[in-house]
């Protein structure tokens, strides 16, 4: 196969149909979205089957556990899939939103707009739920999306693109506004990030080494959605009941997700009280513990944490604990080792949580609640793209609204400029 020339065509086709969603109304927009969730949920059977020749290979090759439940598509996580769908229809289109209006002292009515992006490269790995999602956010953003997820899900993106393709040409939308690149090989990836001339931005999901591997070499802008080092403070003043439930959640309910927990701290004044029972239900839920010098003197039964470990996304069963002499330790801590992703503090004072969310950059900080909040379902924005790390155009879970750009739209009635 002359993989130049099938990306070339992809691109080509993605140009064009981009023109043909942009203009599209909402309602036909809803209509191919209903589809999709409809033939998502009626090839529940099909999609789990397709599933399975991703992850008996995955499982043969030795994969982690986490790597595998990323992969795995079951009964609950397709309806999910679907039910996320449903909820992008009922959010409002942005597409044609009246950011702001004014009218000059020359009678010029400037209006800002917003409009789709264009074309949306997507780079991802593993969850192939993620087909679904972002698909969906882009054609109701008014984007033509080029899908490229990873090889070890491919018969799964492969099931899911069939559905999406199908929705497309029955709600009379040029299919090509949804596109899969499916072959596997990386070169194809290469060829993508070149194309700037059709395409308009580049958003990938995955490691970090996929992610700057994108950004070195890419000639197409890049949002970038960089690892989840996230952090739990447990404060002098926490609740240490609810500090024990929320560390928990976090590190424990989905360890494969880039919300999850990586490193708790806790501060010295609590962390004889805190850490034995918090440590007891940790190691009980299968947690590797690995702790500074301080935790290993308190918790007998744990690993010695290097100072590599701090800066690691484990997206597993594993937990850096470091006990901290403050406050402004604990903001250090993070500043240093954290990712701007999520983090969060537990604590019943005021001026303690203000502060920490004043120091903490990261896209979304926490007081009394767990980071796993991080994502788009739970902030009411239905599906989303991914979490973003930069700060320039979109910055934590990314919606529809990220998915748009803007326009000036000026009226006059004969105005010159002096």
């Given at each position: 196969m002359n993989i130049e020339g099938y990306i070339a065509q992809i691109v080509k086709n993605a140009k064009t149909a981009s023109r043909n969603i942009a203009s599209a109304n909402t309602t036909i927009k809803n209509t191919a979205l209903n589809h999709i969730a409809e033939g998502i949920v009626s090839s529940t059977t099909m999609l789990k089957a397709e599933n399975e020749k991703d992850v008996i290979p995955a499982q043969k090759a030795g994969l982690s556990d986490a790597i595998i439940d990323r992969l795995r598509l079951t009964d609950s996580r397709i309806k999910d899939m679907a039910e996320g769908i449903k909820q992008i229809i009922n959010l409002p289109d942005p597409v044609g939103d009246v950011i702001w209006e004014r009218t000059r002292p020359n009678g010029l009515q400037i209006q800002k707009v917003r409009v789709p992006i264009g074309v949306i490269v997507i780079i991802y790995e593993s969850r192939p739920n993620v087909t679904a999602d972002a698909a969906a956010l882009c054609l109701k953003a008014g984007n033509a999306v080029i899908l490229r997820g990873g090889?070890?899900?491919?018969?799964?993106?492969?099931?899911i693109y069939k559905i999406l393709s199908s929705a497309l040409e029955r709600a009379g939308l040029d299919k090509h506004c949804i596109q899969l690149v499916e072959i596997i090989e990386r070169e194809a990836i290469d060829y993508l990030l070149k194309a700037d001339q059709y395409v308009d931005v580049v958003i990938p999901r995955g490691g970090e080494a996929l992610i700057r591997a994108v950004v070195e070499k890419s000639t197409i802008p890049v949002i970038k959605h960089y690892k989840g080092v996230c952090h739990v403070f447990v404060d002098e003043f926490a609740n240490l009941k609810m500090a024990e439930d929320v560390c928990f959640n976090a590190k424990v309910q989905r360890p494969a997700t880039c919300n999850a927990m990586e490193t708790m701290l806790v501060h010295e004044?609590?962390?004889?009280?805190?850490?034995?029972?918090?440590?007891?239900r940790l190691l009980d839920a299968k947690v590797e513990i690995r702790g500074c010098?301080?935790?290993?003197?308190?918790?007998?039964?744990?690993?010695?944490?290097?100072e590599e470990d701090f800066y690691n996304e484990y997206l597993d069963l594993i937990l850096n604990v470091k006990v901290v002499n403050s406050l402004d330790d604990a903001i250090l801590h993070i500043t240093k080792y954290g990712s701007n992703h999520s983090d969060a503090i537990i604590t019943e004072d005021v001026n303690n949580a203000l502060k920490f969310t004043k120091e903490v950059d990261s896209a979304a900080v926490y007081v009394n609640a767990s980071t796993r909040f991080t994502d788009g379902y739970e902030f009411g924005m239905g599906a989303e793209i991914g979490i973003s790390t930069d700060k320039l155009h979109a910055?934590?879970?990314?919606?529809?609204?990220?998915?748009?750009?803007?326009?000036?739209?000026?009226?006059?009635?004969?105005?010159?400029?002096?």
């Open positions: 090889k070890e899900s491919i018969h799964s993106n492969i099931a004044k609590v962390a004889s009280v805190f850490l034995p029972n918090i440590a007891r010098n301080k935790t290993c003197k308190i918790l007998s039964n744990v690993k010695q944490a290097t910055r934590g879970p990314m919606g529809l609204e990220e998915l748009t750009s803007y326009k000036f739209v000026v009226f006059g009635n004969g105005q010159l400029r002096k």
